[in-house]
């Protein structure tokens, strides 16, 4: 079973500039979270769906993060414009259909690096 | 709210002892709780979780955990620790009252060194 994909591994952009991240969930994986985990800390929930519709994203800062999953499979997670405190590396994870009791599985990340 | 906290930043155990991570919890309703294990350059690997039924629960590579609902924890163990267990570990909370609809929270994580 293929896992999680996520392009690029790495990225450096400067500050102000504006980046996107791409997630391919497991085969039939209906929930989709993309995480934030700034080094030192634990993974921050920035938004969660199910299928194509938003979950949770209360965490989300929604002035310059934006996130989209069109056709219930492939997402991608934008930041425009990209500020230092960004730098982190940004997890997408999918679980099967249920009631909140499925373990996530996560793909290696995106590590971003703002300069 | 709901939150997680991993009071120990490092634990420390020599190869063959036995290891404890420690978590505990506070939801408002019945906790959904999960272990997760992070090596260097790699995403998150599921352990375990709790959902209802035993309390103590089995998972991936030997460990299990106890789950103590009069203490509020969910403490990671394994009887004799290997070098390869040196990872870093996350306790994950959601609240089972809002299903699929309820955030999880990671905790800070616990960085496990295991000394040959």
């Known amino acids: 079973e293929a896992g999680v994909a996520q392009s690029p591994r790495y990225k450096i952009i400067e500050k102000r500039q504006s980046v996107a991240f791409w997630c391919n969930p497991i085969?039939?994986?209906?929930?989709l979270y993309w995480y934030q985990q700034i080094l030192g800390q634990g993974p921050k929930l920035l938004i969660q769906?199910?299928?194509?519709?938003?979950?949770?994203d209360s965490q989300l800062p929604k002035d310059r993060f934006s996130a989209e999953r069109l056709k219930g499979v492939d997402s991608t997670l934008k930041i425009q414009p990209a500020k230092l405190e960004d730098s982190a590396v940004y997890l997408c994870?999918?679980?099967?259909?249920?009631?909140?009791?499925?373990?996530?599985?996560f793909g290696p990340g995106t590590r971003l690096t703002v300069l | 709210a709901q939150s997680v906290a991993q009071p120990e930043d490092q634990v420390n155990v020599a190869e063959g002892n036995p290891l404890t991570v420690k978590c505990t919890y506070s939801?408002?309703?019945?906790?959904?709780l999960f272990w997760y294990v992070q090596y260097p350059n790699r995403g998150l690997q599921f352990l375990l979780k709790?959902?209802?039924?035993?309390?103590l629960v089995k998972g991936s590579y030997g460990f299990e955990a106890e789950f103590n609902k009069s203490q509020t924890s969910f403490h990671l163990k394994k009887p004799s620790a290997l070098v390869s267990d040196s990872a870093l570990y996350f306790c994950?909370?959601?609240?089972?009252?809002?299903?699929?609809?309820?955030?999880?929270?990671f905790g800070s994580g616990t960085r496990l060194s295991i000394r040959p």
């Open positions: 939801v408002s309703g019945n906790p959904y």
């Open positions: 085969s039939g994986h209906a929930t």
């Open positions: 709790y959902i209802t039924g035993d309390n």
């Open positions: 769906f199910q299928n194509n519709g938003v979950v949770d």
């Open positions: 994870a999918s679980s099967a259909p249920g009631q909140g009791n499925n373990e996530q599985f």
């Open positions: 994950a909370v959601r609240d089972g009252r809002y299903s699929s609809a309820s955030k999880i929270i």
